[in-house]
């Protein structure tokens, strides 16, 4: 798990998140990289916080030297539109301007498994475990916890998914989960994984935190996930 940290000056926060697939590459959304009002940060804009499930010792200036990480390239997909995240396609690679040492890390951060191929399965009812350091209070950022949070979430059909958001934008490249009375995303989230456990014990993504739907409301709502398994293609692309 890494955390996406803005290098920019008046505005070093960190704001996503995001998972190490190998030594060289975290996978993220594509709304972290391409903002809301249609800027796209560059690789220096940004930095990674890794090895630690405490977000404060970014700031701490001895410690940051062996946690906080350098990009050298952003990639994020052809197709995401900065206007519309719930068309889809909101997935992005960082590349690092030097590959982490998991052998100095000691197991504190190690590369998550992608799922092998693309599948049809819904994984209805299956518990998605997240992870993030997003907001716990929606819209409080004195909310916003030192340590790294975890949650499982269930799994529910898109077509359940889009009864509930009442709307038809969940196309098939996401997946959704809801808990009655649980967990949703909240800011802060953005970019983090979703894993599943495979038959053969080990867990999976399958899930890139994408955006939570509230409509106004108290009630719990879905939270909304890019689909790995239908980015791998991307994902090998742009790796190499």
Avoid at 18 to 37: F, M, N, P, R
Avoid at 62 to 86: F, N
Avoid at 164 to 184: I, L, Q
Wanted: charge should be positive.
């Amino acid at each position: 798990m890494g955390l996406l940290r803005k290098n920019i000056k008046r505005e070093n926060a960190l704001y996503c998140g995001g998972s190490i697939i190998d030594a060289s590459h975290i996978l993220t959304a594509a709304h972290c990289i391409k903002l809301e009002d249609g800027k796209v940060l560059h690789a220096k804009d940004i930095h990674i916080l890794v090895g630690t499930n405490n977000r404060v010792l970014a700031n701490d200036r001895h410690r940051a030297v062996e946690l906080v990480h350098a990009v050298s390239k952003v990639s994020y997909h052809s197709g995401y539109r900065h206007k519309d995240v719930g068309h889809g396609d909101d997935i992005a690679l960082l590349k690092l301007s030097k590959p982490l040492d998991f052998e100095r890390l000691q197991g504190r951060a190690t590369p998550v498994c992608l799922p092998p191929k693309k599948t049809a399965k819904t994984y209805e009812k299956e518990p998605l475990s997240v992870a993030g350091w997003g907001l716990t209070k929606e819209g409080d950022l004195s909310s916003q916890p030192d340590l790294l949070q975890t949650a499982d979430m269930d799994v529910i059909t898109n077509a359940q998914c889009r009864k509930k958001v009442k709307s038809s934008a969940v196309p098939s490249s996401m997946m959704c989960t809801f808990r009655e009375g649980g967990s949703s995303v909240g800011n802060g989230d953005s970019g983090g994984p979703g894993t599943l456990l495979g038959d053969d014990g080990r867990h999976y993504q399958m899930g890139v935190a994408s955006f939570a739907v509230n409509n106004n409301s108290t009630a719990p709502s879905p939270s909304i996930f890019t689909r790995v398994d239908r980015f791998l293609d991307y994902i090998h692309k742009n790796v190499k």
